[in-house]
């Protein structure tokens, strides 16, 4: 991993940074609950941007920023000599603050997120260090009277004592300081961190949006609907998708769960072989996310029946043959909260990847051998 990589851990290999990312697809409700509050003058110090990853919660905190930024000192003008409330989050890329913005140099914005450890290996968390900084930030006094503007990406890896921190400085702002959390699970923050908070809540992308937002990254975008399917409404999980040869892995799931409740063992042991070995971090991820995603539209078959919309070839099928019934739901949701807990719990000890994926491949197994003979 190189030093630029530990610099960035909230950039997603082939995508431009937030901060550099002009299109800000669909989340209009979100921005005109914005302007909303900043047009009525009271303005909140703290902002909870919520919602699944990859949606655009961190280009809309950029996007604020910017904007606040931007703003020009209040001059004391009466009522007619005020301008109108915007109507726009938009600021020219031109703008002297959009440049300092995009190149990461603003002196009036900082970005509290995870850091490179003394081995140079970057942290799981955000720790109080990182939180730290915000004293000398706020010692210095911003000579042209504009605002400052603290964003925390995400607030979920802040540590015990980094969220205390940060729960003091909601407390107690600064004057002209606006502090944005993203978070991709806010019920996780600190009750207190959230009550002081006003929340925007980003949403899913339609698939029209999530198309636009991919066009201006030079992406072959494949023409079937199951990138799309695969993606749930999120840029970020699409251009993984297509950066990791996402939708033929998936095809591979869907083809080795075509002959449960019994597998190929070969075609398992395979599989779990290609998360392993150097190079093979980012594919073990995401035939994780995967699996994720192929129990929770199990769990959703068994419930809506078969699905409209498939993934990939066969899936619909399959899907409603492995989970025909609400009971089939439950056991489905349940091995899906199940797998999702071990897997983090997994990653974050250092488990064997093969190891780990044959692990769940066979509790998938059992499942189906379940569900299936009380069919």
């Not at 961190?58 to 930024?69: C, D, G, Q």
């Not at 019920?187 to 980003?202: A, E, F, K, Y």
């Not at 996402?246 to 449960?260: E, K, Q, R, W």
Request: proline fraction near 7%; include cysteine.
């Amino acid at each position: 991993m190189s030093g630029d990589d530990l610099q960035e851990p909230d950039r997603i290999e082939g995508a431009p940074h937030p901060r550099e990312t002009l299109l800000l697809c669909g989340q209009a409700p979100a921005k005109a609950d914005f302007l909303t509050a900043y047009a009525s003058g009271r303005l909140h110090s703290g902002w909870l941007i919520s919602g699944p990853n990859g949606v655009g919660k961190a280009t809309l905190a950029y996007r604020i920023a910017t904007f606040l930024l931007a703003e020009q000192p209040e001059d004391g003008g009466g009522l007619f000599g005020s301008p109108p409330p915007p109507g726009s989050l938009d600021i020219s890329p031109d703008h002297p603050d959009a440049r300092l913005v995009r190149a990461g140099t603003h002196p009036r914005l900082i970005v509290i997120r995870r850091s490179a450890d003394d081995k140079g290996k970057l942290r799981t968390q955000i720790t109080v260090d990182e939180v730290r900084r915000l004293r000398n930030f706020f010692n210095l006094s911003a000579a042209d009277g504009g605002r400052r503007v603290v964003i925390v990406d995400p607030a979920d890896e802040m540590n015990a004592s980094a969220a205390n921190a940060i729960l003091k400085v909601l407390e107690e702002p600064p004057p002209r300081t606006t502090l944005l959390l993203v978070s991709h699970r806010p019920s996780g923050l600190l009750p207190t961190i959230r009550s002081r908070c006003r929340v925007l809540r980003c949403a899913t992308l339609a698939d029209d949006d999530l198309c636009d937002a991919l066009a201006p990254m030079d992406l072959t975008v494949p023409a079937s609907k199951g990138m799309a399917v695969l993606a749930g409404g999120s840029v970020g999980n699409a251009i993984r998708l297509l950066h990791q040869d996402g939708i033929a892995i998936y095809g591979d799931l869907v083809t080795l769960f075509s002959s449960l409740p019994r597998f190929d063992r070969t075609a398992a042991l395979r599989l779990a072989d290609s998360c392993t070995g150097k190079g093979a971090e980012a594919r073990f991820a995401h035939v994780l996310d995967l699996l994720d995603i192929f129990l929770s539209r199990a769990a959703h078959a068994g419930v809506n029946g078969e699905p409209s919309v498939q993934a990939v070839p066969g899936e619909a099928r399959l899907l409603a043959r492995l989970s025909p019934h609400d009971h089939g739901a439950r056991n489905w949701a349940a091995l899906q909260q199940d797998l999702s807990a071990r897997a983090r719990h997994g990653k974050a000890v250092n488990l064997d990847p093969a190891s780990l994926i044959l692990d769940m491949l066979f509790r998938i197994e059992e499942t189906a051998r379940q569900t299936t003979a009380a069919a």
